[in-house]
């Protein structure tokens, strides 16, 4: 290797460590608080010495919220949200790419035009119907709408049209079923599409404020970011526990991070498989 490509290296490494830094220093940060008081912490200036209120703020979260369980909340809500949503999108996107038949068209610009209403548009009239349903204050009402994610729909349609119509066809002249064509054939080759998708619904459902702030009520079903709002104002005069909110905050981006690392080895797999054939 050329002395040229060696400083060309170790320049982008460099920077690679760089940009690390800046984006892990909020988080480092965050770890940080969740051990100080309200006096470390607004105290003045930046304090990136651990302190000792970690387990003070621990208990005065649980205190308010059954932290545990509304961690389970998160993590139901966005795993039912993700499961469902991937699997229809997939299937809707993939049926609207290869699939013509009568009204094919229409329904698809029905979709389109359904990414273009503002969710608030729509949300006291799915709250209302969630309710006559009886599934007000409920994971399942929160869960069903997601499962009609019309911009996954789309995503898997437009990535659906790369997949080969010429392998479809050789499916069907073996007698392979449409079912056997679609989860034996297509999926495996979509594969890095549909983590992609799962990983956005993932991240939409888990970060969601607006729609379970009208529809849960008891804070036994409370999510994450519905508590971080409760913890970061102070309707009543109390004041505000800066550690306990960055407990929450630091310990919430958790499942996000684990979730990022299993789809990146996983396009890993991809890319590997991909080289061997």
Known sequence: MSKEKKVNRLFTYLLLVLGALIFLMPYFYMLVASTQSNTEIVGGGVNFRFGDQLIKNWQALMARYNYPLVLWNSLVIAVLSTVLATVSATMAGYALAKYKFRGSSWLFNIVMLSRMVPFFATLIPLFYLMSRMGLANTYAGI???????????????????????????????????????????????????????????????????????????????????????????????????????????????????????????????????????
């Open 143 to 277: 869960v069903i709408p997601s499962i009609a994610s019309t911009t996954s729909v789309f995503m898997m349609r437009q990535y659906s049209h790369q997949f080969p119509t010429s392998l479809m066809e050789a499916a069907r002249m073996d007698g392979a079923s449409e079912w056997i064509i679609f989860s034996k054939i297509a999926v495996p080759v979509l594969r890095p599409t549909i983590i992609t998708t799962g990983l956005l619904i993932f991240m939409g459902s888990w970060n969601q404020y607006l729609f379970p702030l009208v529809m849960l009520s008891e804070t036994d079903k409370f999510t994450i970011p519905l508590v971080i709002r409760n913890l970061s104002i102070s309707s009543t005069g109390e004041v505000i526990n800066y550690g306990a909110l960055m407990l929450v905050l630091g310990t919430s981006v958790i499942p996000m991070v684990l979730i990022y690392a299993w789809a990146q080895a996983k396009f890993k797999e991809n890319d590997i498989g991909a080289a061997n054939k």
